[in-house]
C-alpha cells in the first residue's frame, strides 16, 4: 500500500520564520503536491512536482516554494510566515497521469 | 479546467442508499471522473474513478450518463462510519504530462443513527 508521510501533524511557528513542512512517499511517484485547505475553501493547489528538481506553481502559490532533490521527497517552504498562512497543509503522489491521488495525513500549522 | 458543482452537505438516516451528484459541464474528453472521502483530520482518500457509464467497487458505485456533464457517487447502506466530505474531481487523464485538477469544496454527508 502506498504511503505518503508528513513529517509533522501539528506545527506551531512565529511571524517571520521559514517553515519548513516535509512529504515522503515511498512508492515511486513521479508526481508531488501539496495543497492547503481551508474551511469553506476545500483544498487548493500550491506547486506540484512532476519530476526531481522540477516544479509547477498551482493555484495559490505565492509566499510559498517547494523543494525536490530527490524522487521520494517533496518540500514546501514558508519563506517568512504570516499568520494567513495557518491551515492545513496536504501532501499527495501519484504515479502518473490519470493514477488517483494518495494523501498524507496533513500537517495543522498555526503561525502565531 | 473543469470545475465542479456539488451540494454542500447531505444528511441520511444509516442503512439507507446515498447518491451524491456532481456537476461539471465543461468537462473534457480526456478527462476522468474522481471521487474522495475525507475525514476529519485525515487526507482524502479515493473511493471510485471513471470515465463513462457505470463503474462499481468493493465500497461504491460511480454513475456518469453518455453526456459526462455530471456523475453520482452512489454509497449503499450507509453507516456511521460514511459520516465524511465527500470531493468530485475532474481531470487527471490528460495523455501530455500532468494536468491541473481542482478539488471543490466537496459534500459533507451526515450519516444519522
Known amino acids: 500500500d502506498v504511503k505518503v508521510t508528513q513529517s509533522s501533524r501539528y506545527l506551531v511557528k512565529r511571524t517571520g520564520e521559514k517553515v519548513f513542512l516535509e512529504c515522503v512517499q515511498d512508492m515511486d511517484h513521479e508526481n508531488m503536491f501539496w495543497y492547503r485547505q481551508d474551511p469553506g475553501l476545500g483544498l487548493r493547489l500550491i506547486y506540484f512536482s512532476y519530476d526531481v528538481k522540477m516544479k509547477e506553481k498551482g493555484d495559490i502559490p505565492e509566499g510559498y516554494s517547494v523543494s525536490r532533490e530527490k524522487k521520494e521527497r517533496f518540500s514546501l517552504i514558508l519563506e517568512s510566515a504570516s499568520t494567513n498562512q495557518t491551515s492545513m497543509y496536504l501532501c499527495?503522489?501519484?504515479?502518473?497521469?490519470?493514477?488517483?491521488?494518495?494523501f498524507g495525513d496533513g500537517t495543522r500549522l498555526s503561525i502565531l | 479546467l473543469a470545475k465542479t458543482t456539488q451540494p454542500i452537505s447531505m444528511d441520511s438516516y444509516e442503512g439507507q442508499e446515498v447518491n451524491i451528484t456532481c456537476s461539471h459541464n465543461?468537462?473534457?474528453?480526456?478527462?476522468?471522473i474522481t471521487w474522495y472521502q475525507q475525514f476529519p483530520s485525515q487526507g482524502p482518500r479515493f473511493i471510485i474513478q471513471g470515465y463513462k457509464t457505470k463503474v462499481t467497487n468493493e465500497v461504491a458505485s460511480l454513475f456518469i450518463p453518455a453526456d459526462r456533464k455530471s456523475s453520482t457517487l452512489s454509497l449503499p447502506r450507509v453507516s456511521l462510519s460514511d459520516t465524511a466530505v465527500y470531493y468530485c474531481?475532474?481531470?487527471?487523464?490528460?495523455?501530455?504530462?500532468?494536468?491541473?485538477?481542482?478539488f471543490g469544496t466537496g459534500t459533507k454527508l451526515q450519516v444519522i443513527p
Open positions: 499527495a503522489s501519484i504515479r502518473g497521469v490519470g493514477q488517483p491521488q494518495h
Open positions: 465543461n468537462i473534457a474528453t480526456n478527462d476522468y
Open positions: 474531481l475532474v481531470g487527471e487523464g490528460s495523455s501530455g504530462g500532468y494536468q491541473k485538477v481542482t
